[in-house]
């Protein structure tokens, strides 16, 4: 597909939104655990590149590029399902679907058991409603 090429946006029902989880978790779950570990070492990551900057940054620069690749593998495989990442910390997941024949997100949360909820585009997670 060209770059002028635009796939039709996918929409999911709440059933698959649900069958998809199943795929979904262990890639959130490794989404979650890069970004963590990203954040906890940021406060070293100054000190150490410019100690580091002539040899490349260092052991806590490689370890913070792996993470990063780890993370974003994670993210290209969620979106690749057309799920969008909207909290890569907190696991948020939103899943484009059409409600009474207008766009809304069904939303999910790591640790949740299923998709329960949903929200329009413009409200986000504090506007979700029961299914």
């Known amino acids: 597909m060209s770059m002028t090429e635009r796939r039709a ?6 059933d698959e939104a649900n069958a998809l989880l ?9 989404m979650m655990d ?24 260092g052991r806590v620069a490689g370890d913070l590029l792996t993470l990063n690749d780890r993370l974003q593998v994670s993210l290209r495989a969620i ?24 766009k809304v997100f069904l939303c999910w949360l790591y640790g949740e058991q299923r998709v329960g909820h949903w929200h329009e585009v413009d409200e986000g997670f ?4 029961p299914l």
């Not at 199943?22 to 490794?30: D, T």
């Not at 979106?79 to 207008?102: I, M, N, T, Y």
């Open 34 to 57: 890069a970004h963590g570990r990203i954040a906890q070492r940021l406060p070293d990551v100054e000190v150490t590149l410019e100690r580091h900057a002539a040899n490349g940054g």
């Open 126 to 129: 504090y506007g979700r409603q």
């Open 22 to 30: 199943e795929h979904l978790r262990p890639l959130v779950a490794q």
């Open 79 to 102: 979106q690749s399902c057309g799920v969008l990442v909207k909290d890569a910390h907190r696991g948020l997941l939103d899943f484009p679907a059409l409600r009474e024949g207008r």
């Open 9 to 14: 946006p996918r929409y999911f029902t709440p």
